[in-house]
Each structure stands twice: as structure tokens, then as C-alpha cells.
């Protein structure tokens, strides 16, 4: 095991020791950094524990689970310690199975017990670290959510006239509306929970269909193009994103298969 410990957007490395335990715990700094983005308050709290899927192509890396990535983007935007444990999905430990009787990741320990579902879990955070307030409105919390599903669809078809790429741009084109009229973010001004679920999933449709299908968003959906930019350039992403080679391997077999 290798042992680091991440404060949000601070991370620092203290020491590495391995063992054969199958998982890989981040830790922090021995004296919380003081700074006015996070305050005294978040850097002093105890980490929270969350197990992670691990990279298929890369030793001790961060692995391609867009749900994983939602609720670390989550714990970035709050400014929450916490500490991973990367899980070889392809190989679980008992360990991991023991807390997780699905096999499934993300799953994080809130008061000794572990809790699964990253819409569970970042609900759960938004009520134990109410700041900075992430909730999105209910009738927004739905804005974007047809696209990552339109996008599987149109990345796992095979026959080019069967429509699927036409319903991944109209819903593309709604999101885009939706921005143009209410952005820059899903909530206005501000980033929300909608917009920490949706981002990691345009991250994974820019990377796997432009590898297996040559594609990219069409120039006209500028909103659009403006928001992943905008997104995808925050320090709480570039800190939690994938590799690009592990969003090509994960998506691989649903692609060829």
C-alpha cells in the first residue's frame, strides 16, 4: 500500500510504504496549510475515506469512473480532506467487498459506516459540509441528464444511418440552449451539484468518441464548447480527471464488443 493523503488542491506527499493490502490511501500534510480558500476549519477536519476504482494502465493513478470523480469534485469544491483507496475492479480485494457487498465504487465511510451511490453520498455531503452550498435547484437538477446515456448509445452503434448520433446532437443542443439562456454554469453564476455530476461524463464522451469515432462537438454549440473549457479547466478537475489512456481502455470493450 502506498500511503499519501490529499487536502483539496494542496496535496502533499509525507511518506510510502507498500504492502500487498490491494489498495492505495492518499494522505496530507502534518500541519494544515492556512489559506483563505479553505480556512482553518476544513484544513483541521478529519479525512474522509472514500474507495475509488484505480487505473487499468497506469501503477497508483486515479482510475476512469466518472462517478467516482463526481463525488471527489464534490469533496474539492468543499474543500474536504480526504483519503483514497484505489481499487483494482478487475481483481477486489476481500477487503473491499466486505464494504462494498456490489463490488461497486465510489463508496465513502461517513460516521464508521460506509455508504454507497455517488447520488447518496454527495446528498450526504451537501448536509454535513453545507459550505460552499453545492445543491441544485430541483428544477435544474435534471438539466444535461439524457446526454450521457444518448452518448453510450451513439458510441457503442455500429451502423451510421441508425439515428443515434443525431439524438446525442439534440441533446447536446437543448444543454447548449439551456447555457446560452442560463449559464455560464447548469445554476447560473455558480457551479453545482449538477454541473460535478455532468462534467465527468462530457469528459469521457470527448475522449472516447473522439478516439473511436473521430467526433467532437460541432463548432455551432459554442455554449456548450465554452462550458467543457470552462469546467474541465477548474483545479478541482484537473486534480481528479482520468488518464486519457483509461477512458480509451474502460470504454474499449462496450465499443468492440
Given at each position: 500500500?502506498?500511503?499519501?493523503?490529499?487536502q483539496p488542491?494542496?496535496?502533499?506527499?509525507?511518506?510510502?510504504?507498500?504492502?500487498?493490502?490491494g489498495?492505495?490511501?492518499r494522505?496530507?500534510?502534518?500541519?494544515?496549510?492556512?489559506?483563505?480558500r479553505?480556512?482553518?476549519?476544513?484544513m483541521?477536519?478529519?479525512?474522509?475515506?472514500?474507495c475509488v476504482k484505480?487505473s487499468?494502465?497506469?501503477?497508483?493513478?486515479l482510475?476512469?469512473?466518472?462517478?467516482?470523480?463526481?463525488?471527489?469534485?464534490?469533496?474539492?469544491?468543499?474543500?474536504?480532506p480526504?483519503?483514497?483507496?484505489?481499487?483494482d475492479?478487475?481483481n477486489?480485494?476481500?477487503?473491499?467487498?466486505?464494504?462494498?457487498a456490489?463490488?461497486?465504487v465510489?463508496?465513502?465511510?461517513?460516521?464508521?459506516?460506509w455508504?454507497?451511490?455517488s447520488?447518496?453520498?454527495?446528498?450526504?455531503?451537501?448536509?454535513k459540509?453545507p459550505?460552499?452550498?453545492?445543491a441544485?435547484?430541483?428544477?435544474?437538477a435534471?438539466?444535461?441528464?439524457?446526454?450521457?446515456s444518448?452518448?453510450?448509445?451513439f458510441l457503442?452503434?455500429?451502423?451510421?444511418?441508425?439515428?443515434?448520433?443525431?439524438v446525442l446532437?439534440?441533446?447536446?443542443?437543448?444543454?447548449?440552449?439551456?447555457?446560452k439562456?442560463?449559464g455560464?454554469?447548469?445554476?447560473?453564476?455558480?457551479?453545482?451539484?449538477?454541473?460535478?455530476?455532468?462534467?465527468?461524463?462530457?469528459?469521457?464522451?470527448?475522449?472516447?468518441?473522439?478516439?473511436?469515432?473521430n467526433?467532437?462537438?460541432?463548432d455551432?454549440?459554442?455554449?456548450?464548447?465554452?462550458?467543457?473549457?470552462?469546467?474541465?479547466?477548474?483545479e478541482s478537475?484537473?486534480?481528479?480527471?482520468a488518464?486519457?489512456e483509461?477512458?480509451?481502455a474502460?470504454?474499449?470493450p462496450?465499443?468492440m464488443?
Amino acid at each position: 500500500m502506498i500511503s499519501l493523503r490529499f487536502q483539496p488542491s494542496t496535496a502533499g506527499v509525507l511518506s510510502a510504504s507498500v504492502s500487498g493490502a490491494g489498495f492505495i490511501k492518499r494522505c496530507g500534510l502534518t500541519k494544515p496549510r492556512r489559506t483563505g480558500r479553505f480556512g482553518t476549519m476544513a484544513m483541521a477536519a478529519a479525512p474522509l475515506e472514500i474507495c475509488v476504482k484505480a487505473s487499468i494502465t497506469t501503477p497508483n493513478k486515479l482510475g476512469d469512473c466518472p462517478f467516482c470523480q463526481r463525488v471527489l469534485l464534490t469533496m474539492e469544491e468543499k474543500h474536504v480532506p480526504y483519503d483514497m483507496k484505489m481499487v483494482d475492479l478487475s481483481n477486489k480485494p476481500e477487503w473491499f467487498l466486505k464494504i462494498s457487498a456490489e463490488g461497486k465504487v465510489p463508496v465513502v465511510k461517513f460516521d464508521e459506516k460506509w455508504i454507497p451511490d455517488s447520488d447518496v453520498i454527495t446528498q450526504s455531503l451537501e448536509d454535513k459540509y453545507p459550505e460552499p452550498p453545492l445543491a441544485t435547484p430541483p428544477e435544474k437538477a435534471s438539466v444535461g441528464s439524457k446526454i450521457f446515456s444518448t452518448f453510450i448509445g451513439f458510441l457503442k452503434s455500429k451502423d451510421p444511418k441508425d439515428g443515434t448520433e443525431q439524438v446525442l446532437l439534440d441533446e447536446l443542443s437543448t444543454f447548449n440552449d439551456f447555457l446560452k439562456e442560463n449559464g455560464p454554469f447548469i445554476n447560473g453564476e455558480k457551479i453545482s451539484a449538477a454541473d460535478l455530476s455532468l462534467a465527468p461524463k462530457l469528459y469521457h464522451m470527448k475522449i472516447a468518441l473522439g478516439h473511436f469515432k473521430n467526433w467532437s462537438v460541432p463548432d455551432s454549440l459554442s455554449f456548450l464548447k465554452s462550458y467543457m473549457e470552462n469546467v474541465f479547466s477548474r483545479e478541482s478537475f484537473k486534480k481528479t480527471e482520468a488518464q486519457t489512456e483509461d477512458v480509451i481502455a474502460g470504454w474499449r470493450p462496450k465499443v468492440m464488443g
